[in-house]
T-cell receptor
Framework: KQEVTQIPAALSVPEGENLVLNCSFTDSAIYNLQWFRQDPGKGLTSLLLIQSSQREQTSGRLNASLDKSSGRSTLYIAASQPGDSATYLCAVAQRGETSGSRLTFGEGTQLTVNP | DAGITQSPRYKITETGRQVTLMCHQTWSHSYMFWYRQDLGHGLRLIYYSAAADITDKGEVPDGYVVSRSKTENFPLTLESATRSQTSVYFC?????????????FGPGTRLTVL
């Protein structure tokens, strides 16, 4: 059974700092890995999707990397802003005939960026 | 507005009652999903559907029933609500499934079972 772990569970940084969020997964047989953002009381918003054949994806100040062999992904946020404060969730799409459409989520990292 | 909507946004019910949570998407996406989010467990998949009239169980399907008679709707029914089903429920959709495509999430329904 796939397990996804995110470290740290919470992170508080001053505005302008560069930061890294970590995600690890136990089964490397994945289709892709996705990073989501969740604001309090809201749904999830997709940030980046990395296919299993890719090493990284970038969108603006966000860069996500994937090392499938070691079961790890990182989300790098450059020049953090108070508006980046949210919970960041990592999810993997598992290979397999019956599970090809499933996402397994980590519990998230709650980020606070202080002005 | 186009997108994915859920109703109701908040629901309080009593143990043993039947409750239906609605999900509607305007993109004509093939895949739709139901998740529940609980402290200590993250998001867990309840059921998903690859197309109209095709549904399959996820990680935690017990106590839930789904149907998909139309592509755009994917209702989730709790046949006899229990306190352990108190949670936030999210519906999501995608065009190609999780294999190659982003999932788009609704705003969630907060359900409290007394």
């Amino acid at each position: 059974k796939q397990e996804v772990t995110q470290i740290p569970a919470a992170l508080s940084v001053p505005e302008g700092e560069n930061l890294v969020l970590n995600c690890s997964f136990t089964d490397s047989a994945i289709y892709n890995l996705q990073w989501f953002r969740q604001d309090p009381g809201k749904g999830l918003t997709s940030l980046l999707l990395i296919q299993s054949s890719q090493r990284e994806q970038t969108s603006g100040r966000l860069n996500a990397s994937l090392d499938k062999s070691s079961g790890r992904s990182t989300l790098y946020i450059a020049a953090s802003q108070p508006g980046d404060s949210a919970t960041y969730l990592c999810a993997v799409a598992q290979r397999g005939e019956t599970s090809g459409s499933r996402l397994t989520f980590g519990e998230g990292t709650q980020l606070t960026v202080n002005p | 507005d186009a997108g994915i909507t859920q109703s109701p946004r908040y629901k309080i019910t009593e143990t043993g009652r039947q409750v239906t949570l609605m999900c509607h998407q305007t993109w004509s996406h093939s895949y739709m999903f139901w998740y529940r989010q609980d402290l200590g467990h993250g998001l867990r998949l309840i059921y998903y559907s690859a197309a109209a009239d095709i549904t399959d169980k996820g990680e935690v399907p017990d106590g839930y029933v789904v149907s998909r008679s139309k592509t755009e709707n994917f209702p989730l029914t709790l046949e006899s609500a229990t306190r352990s089903q108190t949670s936030v429920y999210f519906c999501a959709s995608s065009d190609l499934g999780a294999r190659a495509d982003t999932q788009y999430f609704g705003p969630g329904t907060r359900l409290t079972v007394l």
